[in-house]
């Protein structure tokens, strides 16, 4: 096929790659050695590359030759040779882990420099033209979280705005709101991004040593959304997985009996809306969008009825009949909230304040909390993306990959959050990734632009290929076929040409 030509920048993608050192093995899929890849667009033509994150963890494990850096998924052990007194010490200084800095979920602009990230307090600096590892960098030593996510936002000037939680500090666990500013003042050019972190609010955990796990957040013009989901972390079992021979995931507890609840902080005030909103319990890790609409707030979420989705990717569920024997027992549904910020106060008890047209709902009740329930947008799309000059604002279209009842992607999905119309691109024995969008130069609606997605055959022998798709049709303009065992791979940004500081800079 043809590229068009203004596609001139790199797709750079990121994803679990080594599961197997040694003899040793993780446990889970998300464990893996971070593996990095990239594709260059220059003048029509595609360059591949790929290598793996050179992180202390996977200095260590090569090292070592067998897994030394526990991950969520997979605790490790000291080496069995050493004396009573450094294991008892190893004992003792697993209380509050040292986590792994294998940062394989995404990647992070900071300034003109990029990170991969993951739910750790470090990420590492990467060079987006060769993918060498660069410094380590430890969010611990600027603001006072343990973990962080891997889905930050970024403004209209650049900054970066992202979460994380701090654990049990001075007596609280609370969800920080940090900003990283997108250049540093001129007289301190040396000096990093991060040391100008400033923290913006932070909200507490409604319970001291179970915190709510969560993977995004979300954002509109003048508002930051957190869901604390009633998916939790329970402080006391992470910090005793060590001692008991078990991994932090199964510290992950999920209580569907529970609510789920809204938090909205003001941006100007960096205060939190009084009114308390909340909805079900729900499992969900991505958010789409969000905005405003005449004194509501519009967000929309990927979420399930439980957490059976973490527990697929363990990989003894992975085997070769994987499709057939690894089933969903809830699939992924795309839900839109509509909640009224500014409502008539008087309200009466039990009507429905939502004033939009709209099948969600806001039920306000005695006690002066509002119960939101969602409008159903579809179902199947996990990993959405959208045109990000959308992103805070009103937008139509939803990239995202097709997952019916199995977890794995078999096609792209283009889906229409007004008309509902969902538009697909899939081919037999493929597994697309997530899908980029990249707006063309001179975009005038909001799908004007190309999708792309590296797509992976379930045959090892047949090649995978990176695919380029119009976006507003969905046809193929053309793909690039690598003759490499490629991974499946998680999340990825696209960085044109103009965005990346050439060498002697």
């Known amino acids: ?41 220059k003048n029509g033509e595609v360059y591949y590359r790929s290598k793996y994150l050179r992180s202390d963890t996977y ?29 008892a010490f190893s004992y003792l ?11 394989l979920i995404n990647i992070m602009k900071a300034g003109d420099d990029f990170y991969a990230t993951s739910e750790t307090n470090f990420i590492r600096k990467i060079n987006p033209q060769t993918l060498e590892t660069l410094e380590k960098v430890d969010y611990n030593k600027y603001v006072a979280v343990n973990v962080a996510t891997s889905h930050p936002h970024y403004d209209s000037a650049g900054n970066v705005l992202n979460i994380g939680t701090s654990i049990v500090d001075k007596g609280k666990t609370k969800y920080v709101l940090f900003k990283i500013p997108s250049s540093v003042p001129e007289k301190e050019k040396k000096k990093s991004c991060f040391k100008h972190l400033e923290v913006v609010c932070s909200i507490p955990s409604r319970s001291l040593l179970h915190p709510s796990y969560y993977h995004s957040f979300g954002i509109t013009e003048n508002y930051i959304i957190f869901v604390e989901q009633p998916f939790r972390l ?13 991994s932090w995931a199964s510290c992950l507890a999920y209580n569907k009996d529970d609510k789920t609840w809204f938090h909205f902080i003001d941006k100007k ?17 991505h958010h789409i969008n969000a905005y405003e609409e005449d004194g509501h707030i519009i967000f929309d979420i990927i979420a ?13 569920n992975l085997g070769k009949d994987f499709e057939e024997n690894s089933k969903l027992t809830s699939i992924p549904t795309c839900k839109r909230f509509v909640v009224p910020l500014q409502h008539d106060k008087d309200a009466e008890v039990g009507s429905n304040l939502v004033t939009l047209p709209s099948t969600a709902t806001a039920v306000k009740e005695k006690d002066g909390n509002i119960y939101c329930q969602p409008e159903k947008l579809c179902e199947g799309i996990e990993l959405p993306r959208i045109n990000y000059d959308y992103n805070g604002k009103k937008y139509k279209y939803v990239f995202a990959t097709e997952v019916q009842w199995s ?9 229409n959050t007004q008309t509902k119309e969902m538009l697909h691109w899939g081919q037999d024995h493929c597994w697309p990734s997530e899908p980029v969008f990249v707006p063309s ?9 190309v999708v792309l997605t590296c797509v992976v055959k379930t045959d090892p022998k047949a090649a995978p290929f990176l695919l380029v798709l119009d976006a507003k049709t969905f046809t193929e303009l053309g793909r690039a076929t690598v003759d490499v065992d490629m991974h499946l791979d998680l999340h990825g940004v696209f960085i044109p040409e103009q965005g990346l500081k050439t060498e002697t800079e």
């Open 93 to 103: 200084s697993h209380t509050i882990p040292e986590f792994t800095d294998n940062c």
């Open 441 to 449: 130069p001179d975009a005038k609606e909001e799908d004007d632009g």
């Open 269 to 285: 005030t960096k205060k939190e809306v009084s009114t308390k909103f909340y909805t079900d319990a729900m499992v969900f890790f």
């Open 1 to 41: 096929g043809q590229l068009p030509t203004w596609l001139q920048g790199i797709l750079l993608r990121n994803g679990p790659g080594m599961h197997t050192i040694g003899d040793s093995k993780y446990n889970h899929w998300f464990d893996g050695l971070a593996l990095l890849h990239s594709f260059t667009f």
């Open 407 to 415: 977890p794995v992607p078999t096609k792209i999905a283009k889906f």
């Open 304 to 316: 399930y009825t439980d957490n059976s989705l973490y527990d697929m990717f363990y990989l003894k």
């Open 234 to 246: 329970d402080i006391v079992k992470m910090a005793t997985a060590y001692i008991r021979g078990v």
């Open 59 to 87: 200095n260590c494990n090569i090292e070592a030759n067998r897994i030394v850096v526990s991950e969520f998924g997979t605790m490790a052990y000291p080496d069995p040779c050493k004396n009573i007194f450094a294991k």
